[in-house]
């Protein structure tokens, strides 16, 4: 056997790639929720080729100070959490300060940056993991990434990605689900110089169903709230006759960050009782707020799986609010009609 020596950097970087970046839709995820983080109220979204050829993500956040540009772009290196006690009460929707370093080491990255009343912005260039250019640039507030050439220099990456109308449906579903999300941020989507998805950013939700789904779909989903001592569930959720083919359609938020989990999509589903034609599932969106303390955001480099105390509470919680909400648009046939 060799001795036992320490992965370089660049090495070590690339092997945490393959965890949080699977495909442009998660380089895509981990960009935007940087600019969430980062108190942005606009975010463009700019791909070619779905992604494998171009990823731009411009926001109009806080910016990064010149001075700490590169330390973004180190492994675990994070301005997000200090302590063992902030892990458990993670507010924002990156903490781990993989993204950025793993984007930088299987692709082309040029991050242009600049913090409110600075005199100059900052440039970097990233190659592979490795630093090519450091220079001040135009001093717009905010942040701009361009990734190009994703997967270069992982060939085994690239070749595992599916055809590009595939890649661009993941895409334009991470980007919908964000926008429903933060129906504050005003989302813009852009493929090939051609509109995706837009939001305007006014505070609506049932705008963005609109915008995302179209009108006729957005007048067909009702509001609905509930509350208990540890949880605080809004939404909306389709009438029985709307409905799809997939669970695809249902997102879960918990204090904003999007997730999956099977046992809520249950209860939602279950809400619905036998209304349902077999198969079919509703469309959703629900918001759930809870003391972290609640939630262990921690499972999974992706930061998408969680775990739950009082899981079956919140089951409960989410089938009864649906149940009931169905059970009163029954008796009130038209109340959707005054959207
Ligand atoms: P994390 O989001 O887990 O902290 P990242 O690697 O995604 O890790 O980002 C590292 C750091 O770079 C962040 O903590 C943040 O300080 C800074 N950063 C990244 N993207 C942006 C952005 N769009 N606007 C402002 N700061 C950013
Ligand atoms: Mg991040």
Do not use: C
């Amino acid at each position: 056997m060799a001795d036992i020596h320490e992965l370089s950097a660049i090495l070590a970087d690339q092997i945490a790639a393959g965890e949080v970046i699977e495909r442009p839709a998660s380089v895509v995820k981990e960009l935007v929720e940087n600019a969430i983080d980062a108190n942005a109220s606009k975010i463009d979204v700019l791909v070619e080729e779905a992604g494998i050829k171009t990823i731009t993500v411009i926001d109009d956040g806080d910016g990064i100070e010149a001075g700490q540009v590169t330390r973004a772009f180190l492994r675990h290196a994070t301005s997000k959490i200090t302590d063992r006690n902030d892990l458990f009460r993670v507010h924002s929707l990156g903490f781990r300060g993989e993204a950025l370093p793993s984007i930088a080491s299987v692709a082309d990255v040029i991050l242009k940056s600049a913090t409110a009343g600075a005199e100059q912005g900052k440039l970097v260039h990233y190659r592979g993991g490795s630093l090519l250019e450091e220079s001040g640039t135009d001093a717009r507030k905010g942040t701009s990434i361009t990734v190009k050439d994703l997967f270069f220099n992982t060939p085994a990456r690239l070749k595992y990605l599916k055809s590009q109308q595939t890649e661009l449906a993941q895409i334009v579903d991470i980007i919908n689900r964000l926008a429903l999300s933060y129906p504050e941020i005003a989302f813009r989507l852009v493929h090939n110089d051609k509109a995706v998805t837009s939001s305007v950013g006014n505070g609506n939700i049932q705008q963005v169903l609109a915008a995302i789904y179209g009108v006729q779909q957005a007048r067909k989903m009702l509001a609905i709230q509930a509350e208990d001592a540890d949880f605080k569930v809004t939404g909306y959720v389709s009438l029985p006759e709307l409905t799809r083919a997939s669970r695809n359609y249902i997102s879960v938020l918990i204090n904003g960050r999007y997730i999956k989990n099977y046992q809520l999509t249950k209860a939602l589903i279950k809400g619905y009782g036998s209304k349902l034609m077999v198969g079919r599932f509703p469309m959703a969106v629900l918001a759930i707020e809870m003391d972290p303390l609640l939630v262990d955001v921690n499972v999974h480099p992706q930061k998408q799986e969680v775990r739950l105390s009082k899981e079956t509470q919140l089951m409960d919680l989410i089938e009864t609010a649906v149940k009931e909400r169905l059970q009163t648009e029954n008796l009130i046939p038209n109340a959707y009609d005054n959207y």
